[in-house]
């Protein structure tokens, strides 16, 4: 069957038609197949991303207690510095009041010892006078040295309690220093242990913060990728 021009171009437009209408069927379901494929990409976006918002809530929590923990030890050496300064000038104060006291105890050992000079020489001055008014020669020896040997041992006591007084004394003084040495001791370790986990702490402090700043990058990664998906 012959078939005109115009039958020929009719039949040429279907089958063109028919060609097209298979294609874009075809192209509708390989699209189809992509929002799926691009709906799963999303879904596992969206949990990353959730990943990513717990994660960067964990770290912002332990930013804010590193930072605190951080400022809490800035306290503590400013602190510990001004109590190490407090101690030293305590420290100085009892060298100094133990100097003076070691000066006024060699000064009043020194008067005690004159005092004693004079008080035995007084004795003895008493003994002689009392030795010539005496009309019986042969007791005046005896009452002499017997009045010398009770002075003696009164002085000797006297000395005995001073000395005593001035042990007790010097004791009392080197247990309050070596307390005070003992204290500034102390607080020198806390002090040098505190400075040497500062550096520490604001390591902890950069990685963290450091950390957070990777956790905003999946964001923008999925802000870019929706952006891409709608103009597809």
């Known amino acids: 069957m012959a078939f005109t021009d115009p039958q020929r171009q009719l039949l040429t437009l279907i089958r063109e038609f028919a060609t097209e209408k298979s294609q874009g069927g075809k192209r509708v379901i390989g699209l189809e197949k992509r929002i799926q494929e691009l709906g799963?990409?999303?879904?596992?976006?969206?949990?990353?991303?959730?990943?990513?918002?717990?994660?960067?809530?964990?770290?912002?929590?332990?930013?804010?207690?590193?930072?605190?923990?951080?400022?809490?030890?800035?306290?503590?050496?400013?602190?510990?510095?001004?109590?190490?300064s407090i101690i030293q000038d305590e420290i100085s104060s009892v060298e100094g009041l133990k100097n003076e006291e070691g000066a006024s105890r060699d000064e009043f050992i020194r008067q005690m010892?004159?005092?004693?000079?004079?008080?035995?020489?007084?004795?003895?001055?008493?003994?002689?006078?009392?030795?010539?008014?005496?009309?019986?020669?042969?007791?005046?020896?005896?009452?002499?040295?017997?009045?010398?040997?009770?002075?003696?041992?009164?002085?000797?006591r006297a000395l005995e309690d001073i000395l005593a007084h001035v042990a007790s004394q010097t004791t009392k003084e080197e247990q309050e220093y070596i307390a005070e040495e003992n204290i500034q001791n102390q607080v020198q370790k806390e002090?040098?242990?505190?400075?040497?986990?500062?550096?520490?702490?604001?390591a902890i402090v950069k990685e963290t913060k450091a950390l957070q700043d990777l956790t905003r990058y999946p964001y923008k990664h999925y802000s870019v990728w929706n952006w891409l998906s709608g103009h597809d």
């Open 40 to 84: 799963c990409e999303v879904d596992v976006a969206n949990g990353e991303m959730e990943e990513v918002k717990c994660i960067k809530e964990t770290t912002e929590q332990e930013l804010k207690g590193y930072e605190l923990q951080l400022a809490l030890n800035e306290a503590s050496i400013q602190t510990l510095e001004a109590r190490i």
């Open 113 to 156: 010892f004159d005092l004693n000079a004079k008080i035995r020489k007084f004795q003895e001055e008493k003994c002689i006078k009392s030795q010539k008014k005496s009309s019986i020669g042969t007791t005046a020896e005896p009452d002499r040295k017997a009045v010398k040997k009770v002075v003696t041992e009164v002085e000797l």
């Open 191 to 202: 002090y040098i242990d505190l400075q040497r986990k500062f550096p520490l702490m604001e």
